[in-house]
Each structure stands twice: as C-alpha cells, then as structure tokens.
C-alpha cells in the first residue's frame, strides 16, 4: 500500500523558517506525474500552496517568493521550504501525489505561526 510520509511541521514565531518533507512509502510505479502541498486552516476549504509537475512549479499567491517546493533526486520525495513565515500560514499541511492513475495523500502535518 502506498503511503505519503510527511514530517516537518512544528510551531514557529513569525519571520521563521519551516522545511516540510514527504516520501513515497512504496514505489509501485515509477510514474510520479505530479507532487504537491495543499493545506486547510480550521473553517476554511484545503487550498494548493505548491506543486510539481515536470520542470514546472506553481505556487498560490500568497505565498509567492516566500515558499519553494523541490523534489528529491530519487523523484519519490517533495520538499516545501517555507520562509519568512506569517500567522496566516498556520494550518495543517498535505502531500498529494499523483501516480500512475492514482491520487494518495499524507496524513497532514501541523503548522503553527505565533509570537
């Protein structure tokens, strides 16, 4: 069974930094088409924060300049590096792959920024 691994999340004062990290648990197809960090704060609706597909790299607005996602060399682990940290960004933060034709997501990792 296929798992998303993620680790990272923690509690942070604003103007800190965060790296979050998620690996494949088991690679039964080599076919990563696409990895991403989605995340949803308490009453709000999941929202995409970054994603990976090919060379190409997307990032919502908000977090533009102060967040970028890589992959790993092995292409089964993605990283979000999260500077200059705001209160707003405090909320639980997926992984989302897509393999073959499958979508998996992690189990969420908590994200805090507070004084």
């Known amino acids: 069974q296929v798992q998303l691994v993620e680790s990272g999340g923690g509690l942070v004062q604003p103007g800190e930094s965060l790296t979050l990290s998620c690996e494949i648990s088991?690679?039964?197809?080599?076919?990563?088409?696409?990895m991403g960090w989605y995340r949803q704060a308490p009453a709000k609706e999941r929202e995409l924060v970054a994603a990976?597909?090919?060379?190409?790299?997307e990032y919502a607005d908000d977090v533009k300049g102060r967040f970028t996602i890589s992959r790993g060399n092995t292409r089964n682990t993605v990283y979000l590096q999260m500077n200059y940290l705001k209160p707003e960004d405090t909320a639980v933060y997926f992984c989302?792959?897509?393999?073959?034709?499958?979508?998996?997501w992690g189990q969420g990792t908590q994200v805090t920024v507070s004084s």
């Open positions: 990976s597909v090919g060379s190409e790299r």
């Open positions: 088991k690679i039964v197809s080599t076919n990563v088409s696409y």
């Open positions: 989302n792959a897509i393999i073959g034709f499958e979508e998996f």
